[in-house]
T-cell receptor
Framework: GAGVSQSPSNKVTEKGKDVELRCDPI?????LYWYRQSLGQGLEFLIY????????KSGLPSDRFSAERTGGSVSTLTIQRTQQEDSAVYLC??????????????FGSGTQLSVL | AQTVTQSQPEMSVQEAETVTLSCTYD???????LFWYKQPPSRQMILVIR??????QNATENRFSVNFQKAAKSFSLKISDSQLGDAAMYFC????????????FGTGTRLQVTL
């Protein structure tokens, strides 16, 4: 597609439910990143993929969080047993190449997750 | 670990005027990359300008320029001839070289542009 697409745009869920957030990167981009933006805060790195593998998942806050990427394209971030502190905007970004000064991230518009 | 501090939660500027947004960071690395991103209400982060630490010359992109003071660990953004479309959240970010784009962000500055 023309840009990074994320769905849903907004998600309201009840505490304890599982949620899946989807990211469709720009076609041909090998790298895919997930960031979280809590209210009034900057973005916080969660995980990144190079192809289908995740060399760095150090930002995932707990084992309730997991992510996968299939076919070198679409990625899904799954949060199990959601808690109120999981409420945030989850942003996805993709890039053509990993690393180096010239790596440029293209961001989606994010998923606003609200846990009641 | 690196930290990025933006001490101005909100700034305001009149259309056509110049405004400077502040950013300081803490690191023990000698080479690194610094970025300014803009986040409009659409939530999509847009790269405004970037700077590599070992390059002495300050980066410029049209109306946007930076004042990079490596010794002071300061990286401010100057917006000249401000336009209504510049109104947004602005985030300063840090990245170590040789790695993927695992960025460390500041908490942002909300810029208002008035007529």
């Amino acid at each position: 597609g023309a840009g990074v697409s994320q769905s849903p745009s907004n998600k309201v869920t009840e505490k304890g439910k599982d949620v899946e957030l989807r990211c469709d990167p720009i076609s041909g981009h090998t790298a895919l990143y997930w960031y979280r933006q809590s209210l009034g805060q900057g973005l916080e790195f969660l995980i990144y993929f190079q192809g289908n593998s995740a060399p760095d998942k150090s930002g995932l806050p707990s084992d309730r969080f997991s992510a996968e990427r299939t076919g070198g394209s679409v990625s899904t971030l799954t949060i199990q047993r959601t808690q109120q502190e999981d409420s945030a905007v989850y942003l996805c970004a993709s890039s053509q190449q990993v690393g180096g000064y010239n790596e440029k991230l293209f961001f989606g518009s994010g998923t606003q997750l609200s846990v009641l | 670990a690196q930290t990025v501090t933006q001490s101005q939660p909100e700034m305001s500027v009149q259309e056509a005027e110049t405004v400077t947004l502040s950013c300081t960071y803490d690191t023990s690395e000698s080479d690194y990359y610094l970025f300014w991103y803009k986040q409009p209400p659409s939530r999509q982060m847009i790269l405004v300008i970037r700077q590599e630490a070992y390059k002495q010359q300050n980066a410029t992109e049209n109306r946007f320029s930076v004042n990079f003071q490596k010794a002071a660990k300061s990286f401010s953004l100057k917006i000249s001839d401000s336009q209504l479309g510049d109104a947004a959240m602005y985030f300063c970010a840090y990245r170590s070289p040789g790695t993927a784009s695992k960025l460390t962000f500041g908490t942002g500055t909300r810029l208002q542009v008035t007529l």
